[in-house]
Every structure is written in C-alpha cells, then in structure tokens.
RNA sequence: GCCACUUUAGCUCAGCUGGUAGAGCAACUGAUUUGUAAUCAGUAGGUCGUUGGUUCGAUUCCGACAAGUGGCUCCA
C-alpha cells in the first residue's frame, strides 16, 4: 500500500501501482471524467500511469494550466495523427502546447500545404477523437527509439534522440500513431471535443533562419463546443479593439504605397495625442532636471563605426547616401547625437548628471514581414533622453527614471504589463555584445539591485540586453497577443568608452561617465498603438482628439451652439460644432461611434437658460448645466489627466 | 527576408463553373427643422492592387511584382 497526500492535507492509502485516474474513480465518476493528467509529487503525469510510491496528487482538469497544456499537447498528437493519414511520408519536429493551443512543426517534403487542407484536417481529427483512442505510454532504450526511427527515415526525430539519454526515452501512442514524447497526455482522444485548426505558418527549424523552414500548423481544442464558440467570440472582441481598425475609424493615421512600407504619416486626430503625450513627456523632464535638445536625421558613417551600431545594424538601417565622397546615414538611434552633445563642451563632475531629452525621429529598416500596424514601423519618434553620471549616482537616476515609468504608467492606467530585466548572454560576448564580462557582471548587478529595492516585481531574462549593456523593458501585449516592449530604460558601460566622454572628478582626473538611455513613452508610433487598444478607442479626455462636440437640436439653435463652442475654444477646449442638418439621434450616434467623450445637447430650453445637456460618451445624458459649470469641471478633468 | 493566405467604390463586403460589376454606410443634391445611438428621395463614384501570359474574350485561370494579414526570424 502507499500513501496519497492530497491538496488539502489528506492522506489516504492505496494499492501500490494505481493511476490518479482509479484514484478519481474512487472518489467519484463525475471527477474521473474531468481528469487530463495529475501533478505526482510535483511533476505533471498522465492521469493513467501507475504510482508506486507514497506521493503527494493533484488531480488535474481543464481549470488547471497544466491541465489545459496536457489536453492542447494531446491535441497536438491527434494532429499529426490527422496529418500522417492525410499526408503520408511527413516526418515532424516538435508539436508543443502553447499559451493558447499548440502547434505542429513538419516536414511536408515536396507537398504544400494550403488552408483549404486545414478542413480536412479538423474532420479527420474529428474522426480519431471520436474513436477515444488511449493515449499509451512506453519506456524504450535509445538503441530501440534510433532503430524505430531510423526506419522511418525520420532524421528530425533522430535529432532530438541525440539530446537525450538512455533511461529516459518514451515513446507515446494513440490510434495508429506513435511519437516519440516526454509526455503527459490526456487519457484518451475522445476529451477532445471541438477542434479549430487556426492557421499555416512557416517556422524555420530550430528557431535559425539558416536553417530549413518546416510547416508549423497551429490549431486550439477544447472539451466541448461551447467553449470553442467563446473562445471564437473573445477573438472577434480582440478584433475590434484592434490599433489598427480603431486607427482607421478615428482618423488616427495613414500609410501610403508611395510614402513606403512602415512609414507612418499622423492624422490631425493622431497628432493631437501625439502633442499631448510630448507635453507630458516636456512637464515630466522639466521636474526632473532634464534639459532639451534638436540634434539632425542623419550623420556621417564614422559617427555610427564610432558608436559600434554600424557593425551589429547596418541590415537594419537605411542604405547610405554618398555626398562628395562622404557617406550619410539615416538615424537608427539618438544615442551617438547626445554622446556628441555631451561632448561638445568640457565636463566636471559638478556637471553629472547630465540629462538631455529630445523629440527624436530615427528610421529603422525592418524587415518587411516584421512590419505591424504601429506597433513595429520604419520611422519612429521618441521620448527619448541620455542621462550621463558617475557610477556613484547610478542607482539614484537609473531610479528616478524607473520611478518616472510608474508614474506615467499610472496616468494611463496601464496595469498589464511585465517588468522585463533584460541580461546579455555569455557565449555571445563578442558577437551580440560587447566583450566586458565584468563590466556585464557589475551593471547588471546594478540594475538588479534598483529593481529589487524599489519593489517592483520583474522576471530576468537572458540574451535580450543591448550591445551595450543590460536594461530593462516593459513588456506589453497587443490585443491579438502579440508581445512588445512598451519602454525601456538601459544601462550603457561601452559607449562612454568608445567615444571617449569625458569628465573631470573631484580629484582633477579624467572619468567616462555612465549612461543611462532611457524611452518611458517608447516610440509614439508603439505608445498610440498600444493606448488604442488599451482604451479601445475611448481616450481619456486630456488625450482625446477632439473633446467636445456641440449637437444642435436643429438649425435654429446653431448660433447658440457655435456660441457655447467659442466660449469652449476660448478655454482651450477641443471642440467642433455639428451643424449637419440631421435629427439629433443620428448627430449622438455618429458622436458616439466617433468615441468624443463629451456631447454638449443644445435646443430651445438651453438657449433660453444659457445652459448645455450634458452627455459622456459611453453613459449617456448626465443632465442640464451652466455653461461656465461645464467648463470648470472639464477644465479640472483636463489639467488632471484624469483617466476617466 | 522566409512560409501560407488576402487585395472589387472613401469604408465594410456580395459577385456560381471566364462573357468588362453590385449592396449597405459615407459623399453630393433636394425635401425635412428634428430633444439623447441611424428621416426620406435622388445623384455621383470602380481600366476589380500593378504587370505579363493563356483565351475570340480575364475581376474570374496561370506567372511576376507590390501592399496587407497570420506566423517564423529580427527588434539598438
């Protein structure tokens, strides 16, 4: 007999070799049917495999995480079931669960794969699923899994079987299908009640673009129609929030075939947020001892060979232009430009720190498939600013930038991101990064130690850093789930060298001071993208393109209305009269659809009283006020950047 | 850049197996003068992304290019 602990601290016992499954079975059938795999003494199992020693359960269902990646992993294997029968001779790579679903990665030798093979996929699996095929597991010896495979032909699968030893090699089953797998799985196919395969993508093998692009099918299950319907159903919501669509409705910005790809030209509406944020941007730096600065669009290549971005970038940047005999570069980045500024006039350390900021635009060539909406552009512009300091005043700026972050992030209400401290990585000194190991080692110790006393919660990651030195970034996700860095503050040990800044210390030596770059707001192209989304369109009124618009209930009242709009203008207030002649409910409803927070309603009864009805997008009529009433309050709504 | 898909009026989208195109909204004109999410009628608007080819004939079939979408790679 052996012991089963269970979450709540029970312990019960057992017949040596029972699988979670019985145990389920033995507390009742309903729960059996809910179960996907168990967490054995903290290791997730298939729900069918023997315990044979005291061991602390957990039984796992589709609420659980590991539960649902067991279930979506199984999928994965009903997949390439699917495919083998559709597509016969395919060999595969790995099929792994994601964060929603899973992907397959294959090899389709000559075949192509299209969309419309997508169907006959999901029927198939529909097929297999409903046979309940278990999904069995098997221990095999190396020598055993090389023999399999290797009459398969299947030189991926060998691949991986050279990563792995002897002892620890298992082979899974289900129908006529057999991988080689570390597991769980579910018990059988039949949990796998509504398929959606999602789509077809190239993904090169291994993660290198050198190497051989696989077919990778995506597709997400789930235990019953219904909850494939809502997942169908959150997608389209996701859809509508899209920077992109709302950037098109609100009259946000533009792109053009014969501006170029990635190329971005604002919209008055857009340009409206993009004054507001630099405003704040402005406010903020003035507080915090930051002084400004205009630098060109382009410079010299030996300024670019100087700042090393030359040799990592050059792929990335715009091609030269070549002007007697010189050759000019785009911007890429404001860095070099600042070093220069500090440089241009002799520094003591009563200078440092030195904290300059522009308004920057820099152009980046990305790869055309790397292109997205506003989210990754070809020419930016930036909040952007260098700070230089001596190593003792590090941890105070490289905080009081940190704590800047936080605090725009609270005007915005942006609670949905992820601290990211981004660390180098040591097998690529010398080709990604420059090759200090211990200025590595010092810097980021550093920055770790700004995280971990200002509280913050953060996850390290490595081989993410700049050339440069460590940073940290705010990891954000779109509305479809893609993930950006929202802004990033950066440690840079090297730069300072290489165009040998200067100050002199206390002590009448030269010193390099460090550097700290740092982007709150990112790129405005990113940040506007990602407030789009974030308030799906409904800005805040300090951020709003236009704030209010004044609805006349018919033409009689124009006058009134351009009255009340002057006296808002007059105060600084974005405002627009409707003297459209339409009835009221289609003035509110385009009003509305346009997402302007206020709607100023004036007819005959306000006219006579000097007063204007009061309506918020989003929640209707708010009443009947005095025009200087209204005025104070949104006046007061404004100078607060209230979020709402 | 690579893989797959898409491209029809300003926007959203129809258009069966090849016979040069339609709707709703928007725009414009007129009527209506309106009280909190769409008043009615009319008019105009497209060498069907560009460019080659197949064909008596191509929006429709094939190729190239461009842009976009979902991924991969990349992101100073």
Known sequence: MINITFPDGAVRQYE???????????????????????????????????????????LLTWNDKDGKSTFWHSSAHLMAEAVEAVFPGVKFWVGPAIENGFYYDMDLGDTKMTEEDLAKLEKKMNELAKQNNVYTRKEISKPEAIQYFSNKKDEYKLD????????????YSQGNFTDLCRGPHIPGTGFIKAIKLTSIAGAYWKGDEKNKMLTRVYGITFPSQKEL??????????????????????????MDDDVGQGLIMWLPNGTVIIEELEKLAKETENAGGYKRVVTP???????????????YYADSMYPPMEMDGEKYYLKSMNCPHHHKIFAAEPKSYRDLPYRIAEYGTVYRYEQS???????RVRCLHMNDAHIYCTKEQFNDEFRAVNDMYLKYFKIFGIDKYVMRLSLHSPEKLGIKYVNEPELWKETETMVRNVLTESNIPFVEVQDEAAFYGPKIDVQIYSAIGREFTLATNQVDFSQGRSFKLEYTDQTNKPETPLIIHRAPLGTHERFIGF??????????????PLQVKVLPISDKFLDYAKTVSQKLKNADIRTEVDDRQEKIGKKIRDTELMKVPYMLVVGEKEMNEDKV???RQGKGDIGVKGIEEFLNEIITEIKDRRAE
């Open 229 to 254: 319907e809502e997942y169908l159903q959150m997608l389209e919501e996701a859809k509508k929030r899209d920077h992109r669509k709302l950037g098109k409705e609100l009259g946000i910005y533009t």
């Open 297 to 311: 669009h382009i410079a010299k290549e030996s300024m670019y060979l100087t700042s090393g971005h030359l040799p």
């Open 369 to 375: 498939g790397e292109l997205f909406g506003l989210m």
């Open 613 to 615: 009805a009061v309506r």
């Open 531 to 544: 407030l789009l989304e974030q308030y799906a369109g409904k800005f805040p009124v300090w951020l709003a």
């Open 160 to 171: 991986l079987l050279q990563g792995l030893h002897d002892g620890e090699i298992t082979f």
């Open 16 to 58: 040596n070799g029972i699988s979670a499954l019985d145990i389920a079975k033995s507390i009742s059938e309903g729960l059996a049917r809910k179960i996907l795999a168990a967490n054995v003494n903290g290791q997730v199992w298939d729900a069918t495999r023997p315990i044979n020693e005291d061991a602390s359960l957990n």
